[in-house]
């Protein structure tokens, strides 16, 4: 036994009997002891007694508060457990920020997925998942040839495997409008047949990976993969295959690579409908370069490539501006004199980011979370979309207590640890990457420019046509799909009745007759808004409801509400409707639009509010319409 | 270890994983208990081997027919032979 494991088995065992005790007094503590040590815990073996304790305490009653619920299936050429169980108490328990999902789990025969999916009336679709957990066996991965056959041979095999698996996931989705998460292939650890394998496709190394390529780079939007190769390599391969586990019980893989896909697997089916962060806020003085700038001065601070400690702080800097270049927006957050804060930004040559890379620059004496809520309100975003990077630990617990929805990075002694702290955090995945993501860091700053328009024109009237605003209203089409439910998906302040919807769910709506829908893409003279607003409207009889409304909070107060409403009537009045109905459905996060139906005319009635579709007049605005739906024009 | 000894620390273990109480004896078995079924062993073994930091052989579990005998077989492995 190790010298080291025995004081944190001791310790395990302490928290493990402590967490007993919770239990049986009813502790609602008990969560949080949980989630702590569950986070902590990097053991297979810890991971399942944590599990056992969390059902115990179900049992006797005690639960998490504001659970999530979902619905999973887990298939595959393995047996599901025990991994499904560390997926149920990651889900449970591992997530960060009391966020607590309860799992209800159907679990495949062992290596009977294919049939599993295919056969139309079996128990996987009967069971209605919302998540499909897709485990492909590596027996049906490999090449079974010859090592001399012509390398288009093995290629056409290797396509063959991937296309075929991706079929399975194309079925699945279709009939149960499941979000598929695939499990790709760990690598082989063995040496034979020594360096050849790099030669030749028919080695199980050079096969798993190529196939491993085509599923991630042919996968669909529905399509994610959970990257086991990834988390293979990053394990050690050695450790990824467990021979005894898989003669004994058919088990996918090694203890420790089991919690991780598991790890990464719970991410991704708690992530599903998530947006990642936006902004990254920044502390200055041994965060950016090294030292304090107020008292170092200009000269004396560490940057650049003239010093290994510099090298790493310009190294953190440039991965920042890639994350930029990605769409995350920059803040600094700093205690500091504004104009000494700005110095090094606009004199010091070896600077990676400049001025101009920061959506918002705070640097002043006020508390940082102060400045944090100013940040997030001057770049109009929720909290929750910011994570705060300090190398100070004070500043991160008066973060963490004063601004609790703002997730934290304490940075480690050593700067070389900056960029792999921060790439570890998961803050930063797009499910899928649109061009409008890439263009929204350039957004933001127009949308600066446009506040200080604003605050140079008094005259609203003659504010809003100097923006010349011009939008495309149109239906939704298949194409637009991925983009619609990503919006629908993570918009949360102006949005009415906050329902989530898959691109599945999207494309029903496209079907359905009774529904009409539409989205609006918003440009003026400084830049293109690109997809602003999405609308669901369905119709019951002679009253049209509106089942979803939702805004990006960037065109706020620009008559966007106006010829909204403009064409929800329309749309209503040519189906034949007489009433508007409208639906507020509060939230933690959308008490913006509390008073929206209200504002817009619409008069109260239980639970809903409603407008009469005969009287009402068609608002004029100052935006200049392209393009109406259903062919309108 | 003696055999009462392994026992003692597997009856933590037991409380540990499963919901209902389990009062171990060299003669228990699986079949005496509804709990344990092949699920659970596999979570027990799991948690045995990190536990004695041992590593069972493949098929050897199987073979043991009570709580004294997978005992024994723990003072085997730990003993290394």
């Known amino acids: ?633 | 270890m003696t055999q009462i000894e392994v026992i003692s620390r597997l009856q933590t273990i037991f409380d540990n994983l499963f919901m209902e109480n389990v009062v171990l004896t060299p003669e228990l078995s699986a079949d005496d208990v509804e709990e344990w079924d092949s699920q659970t062993q596999i979570n027990l073994e799991v948690a045995v081997e990190n536990a004695f930091n041992i590593s069972f052989r493949v098929g050897e579990t199987q073979a043991t027919k009570n709580v004294g005998e997978f005992a024994d077989l723990i003072i085997r492995r730990m003993n290394g032979a």
Not at chain 1, 35 to 40: D, G, I, N, P, V
Request: net charge negative; aromatic share 8%; with cysteine.
């Open chain 1, 1 to 633: 036994m190790s010298t080291q494991a025995v004081p944190t088995l001791t310790s395990a065992a302490d928290v493990l009997r402590h967490l007993k005790e919770l239990v049986l007094q009813k502790d609602p503590e008990f969560f949080s002891l949980l989630r702590e040590q569950t986070l902590a815990t990097t053991n297979t073996a810890d991971m399942l007694m944590l599990a056992a304790l969390r059902k115990r305490a179900a049992q006797r009653g005690l639960v998490a508060p504001n659970q999530k619920s979902t619905r999973v299936a887990v298939l595959g050429g393995y047996t599901p457990h025990p991994l499904h169980e560390l997926i149920g108490h990651l889900l449970a328990a591992g997530q960060p920020q009391n966020i607590s999902w309860n799992a209800e789990f159907l679990l495949g025969d062992y290596d009977n997925y294919i049939a599993e999916i295919v056969e139309e009336s079996g128990r996987l679709y009967e069971f209605r998942p919302e998540v499909i957990l897709l485990f492909p066996s590596h027996r049906r991965c490999q090449y079974t040839g010859q090592w001399t056959d012509p390398r288009e041979q093995q290629e056409s095999a290797a396509r063959t495997a991937a296309a075929q698996i991706l079929d399975l996931c194309r079925t699945a989705n279709a009939r149960s409008g499941a979000e598929i998460i695939l499990a790709n292939f760990p690598l082989p650890a063995r040496f034979d047949p020594g360096p050849y394998r790099a030669r030749t496709l028919a080695s199980d190394w050079n096969f798993r990976k190529f196939v491993n390529l085509e599923l991630g780079l042919d996968a669909p939007s529905y399509v994610h993969i959970c990257d086991v190769e990834f988390l293979s390599a990053r394990r050690g391969t050695i450790r990824a295959w467990d021979a005894r586990a898989w003669f004994e019980t058919k088990q996918a893989y090694g203890r420790d690579l089991m919690l991780d896909v598991a790890r990464e697997a719970a991410h991704l089916i708690a992530t599903l409908r998530e947006s990642p962060k936006k902004v990254v806020v920044l502390d200055l003085d041994n965060t950016l370069w090294g030292g304090v700038v107020g008292d170092d001065g200009l000269d004396g601070i560490e940057i650049g490539d003239t010093s290994p400690r510099g090298e790493a702080f310009k190294s953190f800097q440039q991965y920042l501006a890639s994350l930029a270049s990605r769409g995350v927006l920059l803040a600094v957050c700093s205690k500091n004199d504004h104009d000494k804060a700005a110095e090094p930004f606009e004199k010091h040559p070896e600077m990676a980011l400049r001025m101009t890379d920061f959506a918002a620059f705070k640097a002043n004496w006020q508390p940082k979370s102060e400045n944090i809520r100013q940040i997030a309100q001057d770049l109009n975003l929720g909290l929750d979309s910011l994570v705060f990077v300090d190398d100070n630990p004070a500043e991160i617990e008066i973060v963490k207590q004063f601004v609790p929805e703002v997730a934290t990075l304490l940075l480690s002694p050593d700067p070389s640890e900056y960029v792999a702290q921060l790439q570890d955090m998961h803050w930063f995945e797009p499910k899928t990457l649109t061009a409008e993501d890439l263009e929204r860091a350039g957004q933001y700053r127009q949308e600066a420019q446009r506040q200080e328009l604003l605050s140079s024109v008094t005259d609203m009237s003659a504010y809003l046509e100097s923006l010349e605003m011009q939008a495309q209203i149109r239906e939704f089409r298949s194409l637009d799909a991925p983009r619609i439910s990503q919006l629908i998906n993570k918009s949360n302040q102006f949005n009415l009745t906050t329902r989530r919807r898959t691109e599945a769910q999207v494309l029903s709506v496209i079907e359905d007759p009774s529904h009409f829908h539409f989205t609006v893409r918003l440009a003026d003279r400084f830049g293109d808004y690109g997809l602003i607003s999405v609308v669901i409207g369905k119709m019951e009889g002679e009253i049209a409801e509106i089942d979803t409304w939702l805004m990006s909070c960037r065109v706020l107060k620009r008559q966007v509400e106006e010829e909204v409403l403009n064409e929800i009537v329309r749309l209503a009045r040519l189906r034949g409707a007489t009433r508007i109905r409208g639906v507020y459905l509060p939230t933690a996060k959308n008490g913006m639009v509390k008073d929206h139906y209200p504002s817009l005319g619409f008069t109260p009635v239980p639970d809903a509010f409603e407008l009469d579709a005969h009287s009402y007049q068609i608002r004029s605005t100052k935006i200049r319409i392209l393009e109406r739906p259903y062919d309108a024009n």
